[in-house]
């Protein structure tokens, strides 16, 4: 089982970033897919999630919404965070999590937010 996250970096205040988490060894399809984050100093916290299914349901941290958006392609087993209007508070390493009868964890991308 992998997930690998991609598409972090150093991005303005203001700036965009997509990641990515590509996943492999397991039923993507079948899996409730979320992003989390975690800054230095701090406990992980929840970002975003998205159901499985033909019409999945989303659902954004107040501290997001707005502003980011997830998604999925399940043909690319593929689970997205688009990050618009950044601010330095955003920066964090993120994580990509799959969630079932059992959870697994990526190892995470750095996005840094900063002029």
């Known amino acids: 089982v992998q997930l690998v996250e991609s598409g972090g970096g150093l991005v303005q205040p203001g700036g965009s970033l997509r990641l990515s988490c590509a996943a492999s060894?397991?039923?993507?399809?079948?899996?409730?897919m979320s992003w989390y984050r975690q800054a230095p100093g701090k406990e992980r916290e929840f970002v975003a999630a998205?159901?499985?299914?033909?019409?999945?349901?989303?659902k954004v941290a107040d501290s997001a919404r707005g502003r980011f958006t997830i998604s999925r392609d399940d043909a690319k087993n593929t689970v997205y965070l688009q990050m618009n209007s950044l601010k330095p508070e955003d920066t964090a390493v993120y994580y990509c999590?799959?969630?079932?009868?059992?959870?697994?964890w990526g190892r995470g991308t750095q996005v840094t937010v900063s002029s």
């Open positions: 998205i159901s499985n299914g033909a019409d999945p349901i989303t």
């Open positions: 060894g397991f039923t993507f399809s079948s899996f409730f």
């Open positions: 999590r799959a969630s079932e009868a059992t959870t697994y």
